[in-house]
């Protein structure tokens, strides 16, 4: 990359950092595929040429190349010669969008209408950070699986589950290929009684961005819940990263007013969206 390319990029006023140690071709790539998977390039669409993209980024042409063919290998762009670089039909896949406190439900609606592929089931012993947030003796026996689940062949989540293992010893690996896990806690005596979840975003390792079907170090939202029964005890802790372009969380707002003044106060959608974004099977 010449320091001629580094200064145009800069210069061009695009978003592009030619500082942050990230190639041009893929921040490049990263931009066009955001305005692809919102809708900005509809499908059937044909995106600017090699030398439309040198000029509006002020890149060079193996800049441009390289980013289309990063499109093209995620499966989002055909190319062609004579056609040039069409949006591929199904690119811009509606997310889901399901309600913060509404996890229940959006959990039997994910099961129905999504598929899983089980990665890793085994028991082992816990880790210090793992037993202590399932109030187990450092070294108790937990079960711990790795799962993908996708919608229509695309993945959108990767999980790593851990439960004690006098629980996870009542189903199997086929089990939670077929079912959600909290259907399969409740089967084994548990009560589901509350859960405290964190949202926050994280980047894709190599193993998990292979399995999503992303770049490594992509952005992905990091969703982590340890789930109680009724006596108060962890029979759960999951982690979960999803593809920020095909899953987000979704609140209602309504602006209340009292004594202290105007806020804006929470609320649950009355129907969940998820039921909307993606049909039943």
């Known amino acids: 990359m010449s320091r001629t390319e580094l200064t145009r990029g800069m210069a061009a006023g695009t978003g592009l950092d030619a500082r942050s140690g990230i190639p041009l071709f893929h921040q490049v790539a990263v931009i066009l595929r955001d305005r692809i998977l919102s809708g900005a390039h509809a499908e059937g669409e044909r995106l600017p040429s090699e030398a439309e993209i040198c000029?509006?980024?002020?890149?060079?042409?193996?800049?441009?190349?390289?980013?289309?063919?990063?499109?093209?290998?995620?499966?989002?762009?055909?190319?062609?010669?004579?056609?040039?670089?069409?949006?591929?039909?199904?690119?811009?896949?509606?997310?889901?969008?399901?309600?913060?406190?509404?996890?229940?439900?959006?959990?039997?609606?994910?099961?129905r209408m999504t598929e899983v592929r089980v990665l890793e089931f085994g028991y082992r012993r816990a880790p210090r950070a793992i037993a202590q947030e399932l109030d187990l003796p450092e070294g108790?026996?937990?079960?711990?699986?790795?799962?993908?689940?996708?919608?229509?062949?695309?993945?959108?989540?990767?999980?790593?589950?851990?439960?004690?293992?006098?629980?996870?010893?009542?189903?199997?690996?086929?089990?939670?290929?077929?079912?959600?896990?909290?259907h399969l806690l409740e089967r084994a005596g548990a009560r589901i009684a509350s859960a405290r979840q964190t949202i926050s975003a994280g980047l894709a390792t190599p193993q998990v961005a292979q399995a999503l079907g992303v770049q490594a170090g992509a952005a992905l939202l990091d969703v982590r819940r340890l789930v109680r029964d009724t006596r108060g005890r962890p029979v759960e802790l999951i982690s979960i990263l999803y593809r920020p372009d095909l899953y987000r969380f979704a609140m209602e707002l309504t602006r209340v007013a009292d004594a202290e003044g105007a806020r804006w106060e929470a609320e649950s959608p009355p129907v969940d969206p998820a039921a909307a974004a993606i049909p039943d099977p």
């Open 55 to 111: 000029d509006s980024f002020g890149v060079s042409r193996i800049t441009a190349k390289r980013a289309m063919d990063e499109l093209a290998a995620e499966g989002l762009v055909t190319r062609s010669r004579g056609r040039g670089t069409i949006v591929t039909e199904g690119a811009a896949m509606a997310p889901f969008e399901v309600s913060v406190d509404g996890w229940i439900e959006n959990i039997s609606r994910m099961g």
């Open 140 to 182: 108790a026996e937990v079960q711990r699986s790795i799962r993908v689940r996708s919608h229509g062949g695309t993945p959108l989540s990767w999980l790593e589950t851990w439960v004690p293992a006098d629980i996870g010893r009542s189903y199997s690996a086929q089990d939670m290929g077929a079912q959600p896990l909290l």
